[in-house]
């Protein structure tokens, strides 16, 4: 194993993968990431629904999702590698006035960003899903270009020519320890040995709170259980069928294969690693889809599994320097909306690395100083 680096990446997520290649691609290449599992992608970035999205309600994530989604646009060419990019759209369905009265002012936002989303009637979100019950439900948003990217593929399109350009990405490698001396970082432990190195990338996901520590920082980031069912194939389920959400429910569905992938949020979830599939909410769960999507009712559940979302307290991720500890940097934290935003964020950590501030979009909002200011509204549209 390498005993120096320029920069050690703790993690092998999309955002641990993402940082090292867009190191790589600018010359960096005496990078080091370290991967605790046996492979990449056992953590939430292999565990996720693959949605991405414009749909936001802060400029800065709507902005991570335009850089984002024009880097998998491009993938293919530029990476070698097919990302399953399908704009099937997302349809947000709301039930309560006060939501409906603030999805208008994020798409009034997110037209100001160059977004094409719209509010939609019900009869609109009828026609749009007609396979949707809409009892209830006083309105929407809608975005054709959002839509769906297959996870593994976009890891592993990372991990390859991150390795491509030079850079080491190394499995069944934890870090063990981040030694701290004179006020900055000085070397990352492993089973294997010691990296002495000046910079230590923290992207951990769900499990960064408990490697911050090891540099002695908080990083405000809770690990809460999220699950999923996929259904075997549904017939006369539309091609078109849109990424559906029924916000006040926490409920979603899309089209998965000839298929539906079904998940829904339990907000009373408490913090935690265990990933075994909670049996009563899963019924609460196929309850609840059953009554807005009912040819479930002749659907077969065939697979089911639970990851963890990496929440934040105003649910935006924690990106960028921590001053306090010269050399740490997170890349953590994007609170269940992390994939759709890896590209952009491993772009950043690189700018921040290399030029000394992320350049191509403002990431102060995100920056972890902001939890000394008392933490603000943040995401709104978190699922
Ligand atoms: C059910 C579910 C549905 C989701 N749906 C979506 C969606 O539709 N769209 C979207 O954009 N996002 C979604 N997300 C969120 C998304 O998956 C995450 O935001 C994203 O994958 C986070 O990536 P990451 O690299 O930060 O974390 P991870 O992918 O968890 O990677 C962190 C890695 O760090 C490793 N690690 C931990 N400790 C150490 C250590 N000490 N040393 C070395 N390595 C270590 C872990 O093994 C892990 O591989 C969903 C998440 C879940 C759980």
């Known amino acids: 194993m390498k005993t120096t680096a320029d920069v050690v990446v703790i993690g092998g997520g999309i955002m641990g993968a993402s940082t090292a290649y867009h190191l790589a691609r600018r010359g960096c290449t005496n990078v080091v990431v370290l991967e605790a599992a046996e492979m990449f992608g056992l953590g939430s970035t292999g565990l996720n629904a693959g949605g991405i999205r414009y749909q ?211 907000r009373d979830e408490e913090a935690g690693f265990d990933t075994r599939v909670d049996g009563e909410w899963r019924l609460h769960h196929i309850e609840n889809a059953m009554e807005r999507l009912p040819l479930l009712g002749d659907a077969e559940i065939v697979v089911e599994w639970a990851g963890l979302y990496e929440v934040t307290p105003d649910d935006q991720p924690i990106l960028g320097r921590i001053p306090v500890v010269e050399g740490l940097l997170s890349c953590a934290g994007f609170s269940g909306h992390g994939l759709m935003h890896g590209p952009a964020a491993g772009m950043l950590m690189a700018e921040e690395i290399l030029d000394g501030r992320a350049r191509t979009i403002d990431i102060d909002p995100l920056r972890w100083s902001r939890f000394e200011l008392g933490v603000g509204a943040g995401e709104f549209n978190v699922v």
């Open 56 to 266: 936001f309600a802060t400029p800065v994530n709507i902005e991570l999702s335009k850089l984002s989604i024009g880097m998998m646009e491009r993938f293919a060419d530029e990476m070698g590698q097919e990302v399953g990019l399908r704009r099937c759209g997302y349809l947000f369905m709301l039930d309560r006035e006060s939501d409906l009265a603030q999805f208008r002012a994020n798409v009034a936002l997110q037209n100001s960003l160059g977004v094409p989303s719209r509010v939609v009637s019900q009869t609109e979100i009828a026609e749009l899903a007609p396979q949707v019950d809409v009892t209830g439900i006083i309105g929407g948003t809608w975005c054709p270009l959002d839509g769906l990217v297959d996870p593994n593929s976009l890891l592993q399109g990372y991990v390859s020519n991150a390795r491509r350009l030079g850079a080491t990405l190394l499995t069944s490698t934890s870090a063990l320890g981040i030694d701290v001396a004179g006020g900055r970082v000085r070397r990352v432990v492993t089973k294997d040995g010691s990296i002495d190195t000046e910079t230590v990338v923290v992207a951990c996901g769900p499990w960064s709170a408990q490697v911050g520590a090891m540099a002695g920082i908080h990083l405000p980031i809770q690990p809460i259980r999220r699950q999923i069912a996929v259904t075997g194939a549904i017939p006369h389920l539309r091609p078109d069928f849109p990424f559906v959400i029924d916000f006040s429910r926490a409920l979603y569905f899309h089209r998965e294969g000839a298929g539906i992938l079904t998940g829904m949020s339990n």
